[in-house]
Structures are given as structure tokens and as C-alpha cells.
């Protein structure tokens, strides 16, 4: 879902396994040396064709893994990627985490949705390279042409003769050779795909219905603490002074000390650290502790003040135009029919289910690290940067992710963690409880946008005009000396493309279009959550299509589809889905009074709409019943896969559009658990129904794009139940209480 | 500090802590049983989803001390093999993603099954209600649930 424009946060995330280069280290790994070291140590030949493969005599096959496993699959679809190439059986493979060596593996982190974009080509050429190394060993060893063998289920057949020969018999043979060029073997053909496309079973459930899983916070190291830190409720404030006395005995206590805010790329805010046996007696410390805190720059800062702030920077003058094409703003100015809007979206929490926690060890010479993080190579840097040792004596174990939505994005909890390990010399875990993580965030930004459309005399919609404010990913954090600028919001084309990515109304085909943005400041930090800005742009322009359509007295489809009358790849496959969505959501029957029906759309990247269908419940809130959801997402690796994102993505956003919301009070979040962020739960969440649209093109990202179009599909639904057009999300139960009565 | 006998999983573990400490706690830090997971620490999320004598339980709010002689069963202990059928409903339908809540949905379900062992949907949606998964893999929860009950999942 990375759209071309957002360069910064690609360029950020530097996954550049796209190139060959890239991959020059990884695939060098299986040299002769090696091998033949390896078959010396006495424990077996291993096969390492390269930095991901190991191949045994015993024909077990590993694949190492490097993006971490958040939920999102990537221990499954990337052995599928590599066993499609290996020809071998999907039974025969044991994945493992790889190691956080950056020098070989380049692509320890994952965001954007791009795990599945990024390693289509460079994983399946994994699983090449390994297969024409050993049809080669086994050509030699029956001296026979390379041309007259297969590879066949883990073993290599020799066509004429039909002998055969197991890929852990050719571990030895296939170790002496040459490499092979992983970017001259032939790939297969996606008609001939066995594994992928195929709806296979995630590699990692089974450890996850036993309680075997192990995620960063069940790290269990010999002779290890817990610590938590009290850090102050408002953001940018400071430990003014602080008596532990009392903490100190606590049963369990071993240590109190203050711990300084780091003026990082993500920053953290320092406090009081309480190290103890065990994380209640941590947590029971804490309580004892007296605190004074300086309140800091943002005490003033509330969500009332927020909303006149937006207000205002919408009506100003903008920070910058994003794009300009026609005259817009003549010709809204001029005889049009005009129509305008305003949306929006507050402040959101990722609210992961597991904690932020990273389990540090501070030896002499050498820090190891156990973090459950989205971006391993940055958690290495991060403590290499801080400690001064070399990156070789950072040891990083990347973990499994109890969530993470774009949080495990930051690496501010293992800085944390350092700082408290590096005073106590054994390994200590520290955790954040859940009213840390809820208050400690770096949240969705707040945002606003205000709309206007005209049509002429005709009928046609000739102009649209859009202001995106936000309180922008790029300069947040300004107040503890964070280095990166709102000089930054002047380029366009980079970070700043975060703050609108999603706005812009292509391919609708409208003449005039202008599209500008304005930011806001604020003291809260902020940070990428699931689909970033395309958790609010699509909201305001996906419901002002539908004011649009309504204004027009058309149907809200058939407008859409008329706006994307014309032919382009890019409107075909649109309304493809589009079409596909309307089917299958029966849209244009009649509902029961006090049903509605919504639609939505996107297009780039992967392609989707969304019908979302819900009734009002007495008492003001909205009862989603049923979201069909239409995915092009090219080449669905793992189609069950695609689900479950779909269906996750769309439940993960209904949180923001029916109760989640983070509000700011004297510069601190009100909210601290789960009574006042309400998050979705089982009685609230649809039935959704996920069509895959059947493609040959390269996969795009699914992670993100079941979240986009919630909350205008929602919101439109809510608008032909009711005649209520929502203006701002969360949804406010007394808007449509007021309706029903 | 108090000295104190518990049963988890069948096994008798003597154990010196705070009396007032949560189950929870203990099971995590004290015995090593990390498949149950902290989630919330007030009750609300149903991560920490534990039985005592078979009945669900939420191990964060349990101080130890009133365990008494009551079985504990967690995670761990809910078969040796992944053979409850609910943990194999669970795979068969492929519910976990990020899978953190899931022990304690897993435990919520099995115990609610065994005094229900044929739910209606609304009953199902009662009964899961305070276990909160982030990723929000509810549709399958719900399905699991229907097959483990030998219903159709579908």
C-alpha cells in the first residue's frame, strides 16, 4: 500500500530487497568453505544454499524468516514463496526467526504492507537457486544432462531412467558447487503455482491455540528482573523530583532509580524505573512511589483546543498545495452548483494485546536484546548508537508480535529498556502496562477536512477542492529535540505525503482539482496506525462522494461508476470491484426501515469496496451487520491469508469508527484501558464476507486496505438508515438517538 | 511473604509470594507458564483467561491466596496435544493471527462449552464478550466455537 509519492517513509524503511543488490550478501552465504565446515562439525551436512535455506541430510528443510511475524503471516507466505520454487513438500519445512544481522539480511522489518510485495520475487528466487543447485548435484553424481532431471516433492528425478535422489542425500554433493546466480534461474510460470495461491494453513497456529508461542513478553532468561517506569502523564513534561524510599520496600523491590528522556527518532520520556523479582512487585513499587513532575510545554493542550486549532488552520491559508490541476477554486468560486463538507478523526491508540516490553542483558562486552518489534534492524541500531559497542555485540531477537498495527514501528521501549538494563547488569524485562501503553502511544494524528464540489448547469461535477489538516507524523515529538523539522511539510513529495496519501480523488475523473494541507501542532506524539492516512482520507472523500451523489439525486454506486466512466486499466479494475461489491451486498434492495446500506471504494495498489449494511439501535449506537469487502490485490499468496487481514482490518477499524477515541486533556490522555477505550469486542463485530478478485498481476499489500474504507462505508450506511450525516468519528450514539426520536 | 500450595495443570507447586499477588503473576513469573497472557490487569480483556476447577477465571484478578485447593488448568494444561476440541476447532479454522489473546479466548471457550455445550450465536457473542482480540479474528472465534460444538462452522 506504499503509494509512489510517500517517499520518505519507504526510503525509512529501506527495503530495497526489490533490487538484486540487495540480495548480493544473502545469496553468497553457501560458499564451498562453509558447507565443508559445517560438514565437519560432526552434527550433520547442511545444504545452505544461501543466507535463508538450510537443507539437512535428514531432508529437513529450514527457512529462515526475516520479517517479523506481527499476525500478518509472514511465516507462512514467505516458506510458501520459497517451497513454490523448491518443489518440496509443505510438511517437510520448519521456519525460524533470522537473525538480526543486517549486513546479510536487509529486510528485518515490515510495514506499508509490504511484506508480500517486497519478497514475491527475491523469495521465490530463494527457492530457485537451491533447486538448480541440487539438480545439478544430482546430474553430476548420475553424470548424466542437467536438462534430463526434475525437481519433484523434495527430491530430484532423472526423466529417462526415473531414478531419484532426496534432497537430503544431494546436501553433501549439491554443497561443493559454484553458486548459482539466484538472478538467472528461471522462475515458474503463475499458471504452474502448486502452493502459491493456495488457502494453506498459517505455520504458527499451532503454537498459538498451547500456550507454547513465545512472544517478547514471555521471554524467560536465568536470574532475570522485571521492571516497569513511571514516566509523566503529560507529554514533554519532567521528573522534577521523586522519593523511593517507600517502593524500596515493597517486597520484591531491588532497585529505584531515574531514568533520563532520550531525545531520539522516537523519543522517550524518562521517569522513574522500579526493578523488582517479579512484574507485580514492579508494579506494586511504582504505586509507592512520590512523584513531582515539571507539567512541560503542552499543558494547555486539550482536545477542545485541538478542534479550534484544526478549524482555524482549514480556514487559513494552507502549509502547502498538494496538487493543482484546472482551477478549482474559480470554478468553485464561479455559477456551480456547490456542495461542502467537513470531517473529522480523532486521535486513535494501536492498543496492541501484548504490551510494549523488550527483555535486555547489559554484559561487559556485549548486549543482548529480546524485543518484540516490527523493525529488528532499527531496535540493533538504536542500542549500538546508544551503547557505543560495535553492531556484532548487539545481539537483537527479533519476537513474536502480540500485535502491532504500526506501533512496533518505534523503537522507544527498547531504548527504555537499555537505559534500565544497563544499571543492573542482569537482564531485565521491562514492561509497560496497559495505562502506560495507552497513554505512552504515539497515536494516529488528529485530522480535518473540509470539502467542496460543484457541478454546472449540466449536472457534471467540474470541480472538487480538498484541505487536509492534521497534527503530522513529521514533526512530531518536536518538544524534546526531536531532529526532523517542520521544514519538512514543505516537500510535499516526502514525509508530508503521509499526512495526505489517500486524499487525492484519482481516478475519479473531475476536471478541476486541487488538493492543499495545513498542519496543526501539538504535543502528543504521533506515528503510523494501520493504513496511516488512509485510516481518515478516504473517510472524507468516499462520504463526500456520496453527499455529492445525493446532492445530484443519484444513486451512490451508479455515480461512483459514472465517474469512472471512461477506460483506463486503472478505472477498469475499479470498477470491476466496485461492481462486484454492489452484487454480492445485494445493493439496490429494499432494506427494512431503519437499515441502510453504504458503499466505498479505493484504487492503487490493491483495489477494494466495501458495502457496509447496519441498523440503529435504540439507544443511539450502531450495529454494523454485515461489511462485504471486494479485494484486487493481484496474486493472492496465501488467499486465507488475505482474508483474515480483511476481516481483521475491518473489525480493527470499527473500533475507530463506533467507540475508540483518545482524547487530550491539560496536555495528558484521559483515556488509560480498555473501560474507556472501547475497543471492538465479539458482539459488535459483522459478518464480513471477503471476495477475491482472480488475478495474474504481482500481489500488493492487504494489511491495511480492509481499513481503509470502514468509515465512509459505515458512515454512508448511517446516512441512507437515517438522513444523519456523520461529520466526525467516533460515530456519537446522541446524534442518531435525536434521529430515531 | 507467604508460603503456599497450588495445583496447576495437575501439579502441586509450592510457592513463596505476597499473598494479595494475582494468580496471574504467578503463573507468569513464578512458575514459568507464560501461555497466559496479561492483557489489561483490571478484568477487562480476558487475555488471562485461566480455570479453576473448570470454571473460566480471570487469573489477574485472582489473588492467590483465595485459589485455596481448587484446580488450576491453563493453557498449558488444557490437553498435552492440542487434542481439546477446541484447540482443534481453533485450527481448523485458522482463528489466531497476532494469537496473544488467544489462549485466554481458547480457555473462555472451552469452559463455556462444557455448561453449553450447544450455544446459538447470540450466546456465543455473550459468553466472548470480555475477551477483547485486537486483530479482531471474532468471525472465526465465532465459527470455532459452532464446530467445536459439532455444529457447522460455515
Known sequence: ??????????????????????????????????????????????????????????????????????????????????????????????????????????????????????????????????????????????????????????????????????????????????????????????????????????????SKVDGSAVFGIDVRVPDMLFAVIARCPLFGGKLQSFDGATAKIVPGVRAVFPVPPLPRRFN???????????????????????????????????????????????????????????DAREVLAGPVKKVEGHYESPFQAHATMEPMN????????????????????????????????????????????????????????????????????????????????????????????????????????????????????????LYTGFTESLETLKDPATVAALEWYGADITPYSIPNFRLDYSHADSVVPRSWWRSVASSYTPFAKECFVDELAHASGRDPFQFRMDLLADKSPEKERLRAVLQLAAESADWGKALPKGRGRGIACRAGGSYSAQVAEISVNDDGTVQVLRVVSVVDCGIAVNPDGVRA????????????????????????????????????????????????????????????????????????????ATGVRVRRLPIDPQLLKRSKS | MTSLAITVNDKLYRIEVPPETPLLWVLRDTLGLTGTKYGCGMGLCGACTVHLDGESRRSCQTPVSSVGAKKITTIEGLSRDRSHPVQRAWIAEQVPQCGYCQSGQIMQAAAFLASTPHPTREQIDEAMNGNICRCATYQRIRRAIQRASGQNGR
Not at chain 1, 278 to 289: D, E, I, N, P, V
Open chain 1, 358 to 477: 523488550t527483555t535486555v542483558h547489559v554484559r561487559d562486552d556485549e548486549i543482548e536484546v529480546w524485543s518484540p518489534t516490527q523493525f529488528g534492524d532499527e531496535v540493533q541500531k538504536e542500542i549500538v548508537e546508544l551503547s557505543s559497542l560495535p553492531t556484532e555485540k548487539v545481539i537483537v531477537h527479533m519476537m513474536l508480535c502480540g500485535g502491532s498495527f504500526g506501533r512496533r514501528y518505534q523503537w522507544d521501549y527498547a531504548a527504555e529498556a537499555w537505559q534500565v538494563a544497563k544499571e543492573i547488569k542482569l537482564p531485565v524485562q521491562l514492561v509497560w502496562t496497559r495505562e502506560d501503553d495507552m497513554q505512552h502511544d504515539f497515536y494516529r494524528p488528529y485530522n480535518y477536512q473540509r470539502l467542496s464540489g460543484g457541478f454546472d448547469a449540466q449536472g457534471k461535477l467540474v470541480a472538487w477542492s480538498t484541505r487536509v489538516v492534521t497534527t503530522p507524523i513529521s514533526g512530531s515529538n
Open chain 1, 1 to 206: 500500500m506504499i503509494p509512489q509519492t510517500q517517499v520518505s517513509r519507504r526510503g525509512f524503511l529501506k527495503t530495497s530487497t526489490k533490487t538484486a543488490g540487495a540480495l548480493i550478501l544473502g545469496f553468497c552465504l553457501g560458499t564451498r568453505g562453509q558447507a565443508q565446515k559445517q560438514a565437519s562439525a560432526g552434527d550433520g551436512l547442511v545444504f545452505k544454499p544461501n543466507a535463508w535455506l538450510r537443507i539437512t541430510a535428514d531432508d529437513q528443510i529450514t527457512v529462515l524468516v526475516e520479517k517479523p511475524e506481527l499476525g500478518q503471516g509472514s511465516r507462512t507466505y514467505t516458506p510458501m514463496m520459497i517451497a513454490e520454487e523448491l518443489e518440496v513438500d509443505w510438511s517437510a519445512i520448519h521456519v525460524e526467526q533470522a537473525p538480526t544481522i543486517p549486513s546479510i539480511y536487509q529486510g528485518l522489518r515490515t510495514g506499508g504492507s509490504g511484506g508480500v510485495a517486497h519478497t514475491f520475487s527475491p523469495m521465490r528466487k530463494v527457492g530457485a537457486q537451491a533447486r538448480e543447485m541440487l539438480i545439478t548435484a544430482a546430474a553430476r553424481q548420475w553424470k548424466v544432462k542437467k536438462e534430463e532431471c526434475r525437481a519433484e516433492n523434495g527430491a530430484v528425478v532423472h526423466g529417462p531412467t526415473n531414478r531419484r535422489l532426496r534432497y537430503g542425500e544431494l546436501a553433501g554433493p549439491a554443497s561443493e558447487l559454484p553458486q548459482v546466480n539466484p538472478d538467472q534461474v528461471t522462475l515458474k510460470q503463475p499458471k504452474n503455482f502448486r502452493f502459491i495461491g493456495k488457502p494453506l494453513p498459517r505455520t504458527d497456529v499451532p
Open chain 1, 645 to 720: 487481514m480483511t476481516e481483521g482490518a475491518i473489525n480493527f477499524a470499527l473500533t475507530a469508527v463506533l467507540s475508540g477515541e483518545i482524547t487530550i486533556k491539560d496536555g495528558a490522555v484521559e483515556q488509560s484501558n480498555f473501560h474507556d477505550y472501547q475497543v471492538l469486542r465479539i458482539n459488535q463485530a459483522p459478518e464480513v464476507e471477503v471476495h477475491i478478485v482472480p488475478s495474474l498481476e504481482d500481489p500488493n499489500g492487504v494489511g491495511e486496505l480492509g481499513a481503509m474504507l470502514v468509515p465512509p462505508a459505515v458512515a454512508n450506511a448511517v446516512f441512507a
Open chain 1, 268 to 326: 522517550t520520556a524518562g521517569g522513574v524505573a522500579v526493578v523488582a523479582d517479579s512484574t507485580w512487585a514492579a508494579m506494586q513499587g511504582r504505586k509507592a512511589l512520590l512523584l513531582r513532575w515539571d507539567k512541560g510545554p503542552g499543558s494547555r493542550e486539550s482536545t477542545e483546543s485541538l478542534r479550534k486549532l484544526v478549524e482555524e488552520r482549514a480556514a487559513a491559508p494552507p502549509t502547502f498545495i498538494v496538487i493543482d490541476r484546472g
